[in-house]
């Protein structure tokens, strides 16, 4: 069975960067797409984006400025950043597998952006 | 956008009684590979997302049989025939058809 673990800073301060690590095992990160996914009281469940090993990214329109995700296959992670971090980015984040019909995800891991 | 809306909020049920909840999206679901990218997820407090159904009607394993998904183009339905007290927690419908894929609001489901 394939398991999922979102690893990093819980407090980031305002205008730094968010940076984020999913590291799977149970199975192979090649055979399929990745998603990042974050849940917050004011905005619900948000899809931030997805990734392929062969370099398929795509990213949601309302945080595309602000994001980039990558991929170490030989880590068996991929990797969400999100820049110049405000309070409405304070949200419990989740990495899943698939995209369009996410089956398994991580335990969420919460970032709260503060000074 | 895709925009789901999903009704009611809130969803007070005696155990052993039926539960429906409602999910319409502002677009079409039909994705140009045939499928409908329609699921739906339990999330119990404290926990993630769990999926139940996917691609409207498709109950994911280990998903009890009391738990079924129907609909079509922008009407959607899930409906637990006999609610369990293990079925309380946040319902949310997601669409995986329109990039930038969308959940509903959440249904709360909770016993009477």
């Known amino acids: 069975q394939v398991q999922l673990q979102e690893s990093g800073p819980g407090l980031v301060k305002p205008s730094e960067t968010l940076s984020l690590t999913c590291t799977v095992s149970?199975?192979?990160?090649?055979?399929?797409?990745w998603s990042w996914m974050r849940q917050s009281p004011g905005k619900g469940l948000e899809c931030i984006g997805y990734?392929?090993?062969?370099?398929?990214?795509a990213y949601n329109p309302s945080l595309k400025s602000r994001v980039t995700m990558s991929m170490d296959t030989s880590k068996s992670q991929f990797s969400l950043k999100l820049t110049s971090v405000t309070s409405a980015d304070t949200a419990v984040y989740y990495c899943?597998?698939?995209?369009?019909?996410?089956?398994?995800w991580g335990p969420g891991i919460l970032v709260t952006v503060s000074s | 956008d895709v925009v789901m809306t999903q009704s009611p909020l809130s969803l007070p049920v005696t155990l052993g009684q039926p539960a429906s909840i409602s999910c319409r999206s502002s677009?079409?679901?039909?994705?140009?590979?045939?499928?409908?990218?329609l699921n739906w997820f339990q999330q119990r407090p404290g926990q993630s997302p769990r999926r139940l159904i996917h691609?409207?009607?498709n109950r994911d394993s280990g998903v009890p049989d009391r738990f079924s998904g129907s609909g079509s183009g922008t009407d959607f339905t899930l409906i637990i025939s006999r609610v369990e007290a293990e079925d309380v927690g946040v319902y949310y419908c997601?669409?995986?058809?329109?990039?930038?894929?969308?959940f509903g609001g959440g249904t709360k489901v909770e016993i009477k």
């Open positions: 677009q079409g679901l039909i994705y140009s590979d045939g499928n409908t990218y």
């Open positions: 997601m669409q995986g058809t329109h990039w930038p894929f969308s």
């Open positions: 149970g199975g192979s990160i090649t055979d399929y797409y």
């Open positions: 691609k409207v009607f």
């Open positions: 899943a597998r698939t995209t369009r019909q996410p089956e398994f």
């Open positions: 990734i392929y090993h062969s370099g398929d990214i």
